[in-house]
């Protein structure tokens, strides 16, 4: 396999443009939030072109999470383009978000990560951009992402609620056994398997870097932290920016117990932070998943799962990158800032964007 990270939103932003403009047969593509802004216009406009010239061009966007109406897209059907909405009628399916960002080109090149299709998302710092990831991948396992874009896009073109047939996909997915895997999450009963995967591989590292744009994961999850790091360094980088303070009040709430345990955390400061990555020993995972309840219990949501120990070092010195733009959480600063009435608003935080919806968490706003 071959990775290119791209950081930064400018090269995110061309890069995807350039993987459909490369392609001569097929363009399949699913993102959570695709804006009628400039940027969705001009992605929109390339996927129209692409299909004037005979590619097969196929779209899912979530409609709970895309603003643009359908209209916008009636350039791309009109050129021959495939449309659809995932979720698109008030029933139980409308309970579940489709997470997930990627794009693949000829079966063959894949690009994933958290970004979505809307201008913040390729934004300079400058411009009160998000600070976020996307990953292009040459390799076998853009085939797996392109069985997984076929399920998906059969399953949205059914009627009815089919909420069962989306968990038994996820359940039933084989996400391989290769170094390269896609692990997925949804609407399941237990921990998605992409946090069962993380789970165990916490269990036995010695090692964590993390960075996380929402950070509020269960009990046990924490549990696992907070021992991995009696055996070695355990590092965060969180949000200290965001639209949504209340993702932030909600990580805040947890970080009493894990600084005591030796956690190291560290709230990135220049802009919002939407990354999604880690790295436990020689372990990398990418893609579009947080770590907070829904993102492990209820959205459907992928990860890339890489066991390569070149690769692990070259992130974590993307993450070195990212703490030194960022203000160190000590002990002093948590007990400062830990007062009665933040610690209220930082559990109520938790609450709300760990059972509730984070429209209704965003529409508050109490996090900080």
Same mark, same amino acid.
């Given at each position: 396999?071959?990775?290119?990270?791209?950081?930064?939103?400018?090269?995110?932003?061309?890069?995807?443009?350039?993987? !459909?403009?490369?392609?001569?047969?097929?363009?399949?593509?699913?993102?959570? #939030?695709?804006?009628?802004?400039?940027?969705?216009?001009? @992605?929109?406009?390339?996927?129209?072109?692409?299909?004037?010239?005979?590619?097969?061009?196929?779209?899912?966007?979530?409609?709970?999470?895309?603003?643009?109406?359908?209209?916008?897209?009636?350039?791309?059907?009109?050129?021959?383009?495939?449309?659809?909405?995932? *979720?698109?009628?008030?029933? @139980?399916?409308?309970?579940?978000?489709?997470?997930?960002?990627?794009?693949?080109?000829?079966?063959?090149? @894949? #690009?994933?990560?958290?970004? %979505?299709?809307?201008?913040?998302?390729?934004?300079?710092?400058?411009?009160?951009?998000?600070?976020?990831?996307?990953? *292009?991948?040459?390799?076998?396992?853009?085939?797996?992402?392109?069985?997984?874009?076929?399920?998906?896009?059969?399953?949205?073109?059914?009627?009815?609620?089919?909420?069962? &047939?989306?968990?038994?996909?996820?359940?039933?997915?084989?996400?391989? *056994?290769?170094?390269?895997?896609?692990?997925?999450?949804?609407?399941?009963?237990?921990?998605?398997?992409?946090?069962? /995967?993380?789970?165990?591989?916490?269990?036995?590292?010695?090692?964590?870097?993390?960075?996380?744009?929402?950070?509020?994961?269960?009990?046990?999850?924490?549990?696992? !932290? /907070?021992?991995?790091?009696?055996?070695?360094?355990?590092?965060?980088?969180?949000?200290?920016?965001?639209?949504?303070?209340?993702?932030?009040? &909600?990580?805040?709430?947890?970080?009493?117990?894990?600084?005591?345990?030796?956690?190291?955390?560290?709230?990135?400061?220049?802009?919002?932070?939407?990354?999604?990555?880690?790295?436990?020993?020689?372990?990398?995972?990418?893609? *579009?998943?947080?770590?907070?309840?829904?993102?492990?219990?209820? %959205?459907?949501?992928? #990860?890339?799962?890489?066991?390569?120990? #070149?690769?692990?070092?070259?992130?974590?010195?993307?993450?070195?990158?990212?703490?030194?733009?960022?203000?160190?959480?000590?002990?002093?600063?948590? /007990?400062?800032?830990?007062?009665?009435?933040?610690?209220?608003?930082?559990?109520?935080?938790?609450?709300?964007?760990?059972?509730?919806?984070?429209?209704?968490?965003?529409?508050?706003?109490?996090?900080?």
């Amino acid at each position: 396999h071959l990775f290119r990270f791209h950081p930064q939103g400018a090269d995110r932003l061309e890069s995807l443009l350039a993987l !459909i403009e490369g392609a001569a047969r097929t363009l399949q593509l699913c993102f959570y #939030m695709f804006q009628a802004d400039h940027t969705g216009t001009v @992605v929109r406009d390339a996927l129209m072109r692409a299909a004037q010239r005979g590619v097969e061009v196929r779209l899912i966007v979530d409609a709970f999470g895309t603003d643009a109406e359908p209209s916008f897209f009636d350039p791309l059907v009109r050129a021959g383009g495939s449309f659809s909405l995932f *979720s698109p009628r008030w029933n @139980v399916r409308y309970l579940i978000r489709n997470h997930q960002k990627f794009a693949v080109a000829d079966g063959a090149r @894949v #690009m994933t990560g958290g970004f %979505n299709i809307s201008d913040h998302y390729f934004a300079s710092p400058e411009e009160n951009g998000w600070n976020d990831l996307g990953v *292009s991948i040459e390799g076998p396992v853009a085939a797996r992402f392109v069985a997984w874009f076929g399920e998906l896009e059969r399953w949205a073109g059914n009627g009815g609620s089919q909420f069962l &047939a989306i968990r038994r996909l996820v359940r039933d997915w084989n996400e391989g *056994s290769s170094e390269v895997q896609l692990l997925l999450g949804g609407p399941t009963r237990i921990t998605s398997a992409w946090a069962r /995967r993380v789970k165990i591989d916490v269990a036995r590292g010695t090692r964590l870097d993390l960075v996380m744009a929402y950070f509020s994961p269960p009990r046990s999850i924490r549990r696992l !932290i /907070r021992q991995l790091a009696a055996r070695g360094p355990a590092r965060l980088v969180l949000a200290g920016k965001s639209d949504n303070t209340t993702t932030i009040g &909600a990580a805040r709430a947890l970080y009493g117990g894990l600084l005591r345990a030796g956690v190291r955390i560290a709230e990135f400061e220049p802009c919002k932070l939407h990354t999604k990555l880690l790295v436990i020993d020689e372990v990398t995972y990418f893609g *579009s998943a947080n770590f907070d309840m829904r993102s492990i219990r209820l %959205n459907l949501e992928l #990860m890339v799962r890489v066991e390569d120990a #070149m690769l692990a070092r070259q992130v974590r010195g993307l993450i070195d990158h990212l703490e030194r733009s960022s203000r160190e959480v000590t002990g002093d600063w948590y /007990r400062a800032k830990a007062t009665i009435l933040n610690r209220i608003r930082w559990r109520l935080s938790w609450f709300l964007v760990s059972v509730l919806d984070y429209t209704v968490a965003r529409r508050l706003n109490l996090g900080i």
